[in-house]
């Protein structure tokens, strides 16, 4: 998994349409202005080949992406199908998340299909 919290890392993600959206998003974010610090607030992890759901270490070794510490029905804020890729976004305390990119084309776990499927936004 590739984790991304500043904008200059986009650079290290080799989808061109996945680092054009997380560019875009860091472009809306410093829209904001300044008291968002989108180089610190704007996380993005784009998952990989073989990257391990249920790996407890993913994220700041606060939690894995498929069980959430605070309730274990539910993994995910919110599961978005962006064409060629999914955005899942995890909340990992009440002033930090992290919006992880999943690309479609990826083999992944027969839990984490069902589980994106469930979750995805209408």
């Not at 610090?37 to 391990?52: K, R, S, T």
Request: aromatic share 12%.
């Amino acid at each position: 998994m590739l984790l991304i919290r500043q904008s200059e890392a986009t650079v290290q993600i080799q989808d061109s349409g996945i680092r054009q959206w997380v560019e875009d998003q860091y472009q809306m974010l410093r829209e904001y202005g300044s008291q968002w610090l989108p180089d610190e607030l704007g996380w993005f992890a784009v998952w990989g080949e073989g990257d391990d759901p249920y790996d407890k270490g993913l994220f700041l070794g606060v939690r894995n992406l498929l069980q959430s510490p605070y309730d274990p029905n539910i993994s995910f804020e919110i599961v978005e199908d962006h064409g060629h890729f999914y955005e899942v976004v995890i909340l990992l305390s009440d002033l930090l998340s992290v919006a992880v990119l999943i690309p479609k084309g990826l083999t992944l776990q027969p839990e984490m299909n069902r589980i994106l499927a469930q979750w995805i936004s209408p």
